[in-house]
């Protein structure tokens, strides 16, 4: 069997995780320990996110044509690659966590909702809260202000029942 015939299953299993992909996020995993490397995946995978392993040439050409081929010039030596499946940020942010207890783990950049960020732009966007975090405070801010609406015109019915 021929080496490309080898590879092309390969190939097709990344180009699937890609066009399910909402962001992917590249880093360098060198030095870190078996332990933070388990404790990391576990996490990744509980959030939904796919995280792997491919030779370097394998993912440039499974992104070859994809909003992530802008990430072909940061595959060089060890890399592993965060596919965002359900939300766009949680591979961001939950290996920006890692990277606080794990210092030896580095982002390399990343593609989140087609754009392209690199190693200081991933950083920022891993610092946005997830998508039902956000819309849980808008909707407590629009809820604010009726809440307090409710209670003044409740305290004015109760004086005016006093009164009468």
Do not use: W
């Amino acid at each position: 069997m021929a080496k490309v015939e080898l590879k092309q299953p390969i190939i097709d299993e990344i180009k699937g995780y890609v066009d399910q992909a909402k962001s992917i996020v590249a880093v360098d995993y060198r030095g870190l320990t078996v332990e933070e490397d388990t404790k990391l995946r576990k996490q990744l995978r509980e959030a939904g996110v796919v995280y792997k392993v491919y030779k370097n040439t394998l993912l440039k050409r499974a992104f070859e044509g994809t909003a992530y081929e802008s990430l072909a010039k940061h595959l060089e030596g060890p890399t592993a690659v965060a596919f965002g499946i359900e939300d766009a940020t949680s591979p961001a942010r939950i290996i920006n966590d890692t990277i606080k207890t794990a210092p030896k783990l580095e982002f390399k950049a990343g593609v989140v909702e087609g754009t392209y960020y690199d190693e200081k732009g991933i950083q920022v966007i891993a610092t946005i809260p997830s998508r039902e975090v956000l819309i849980s405070k808008l909707l407590g801010s629009l809820q604010s202000p009726i809440t307090n609406f409710a209670r003044v015109l409740k305290q004015i019915a109760e004086k005016q029942s006093e009164v009468a």
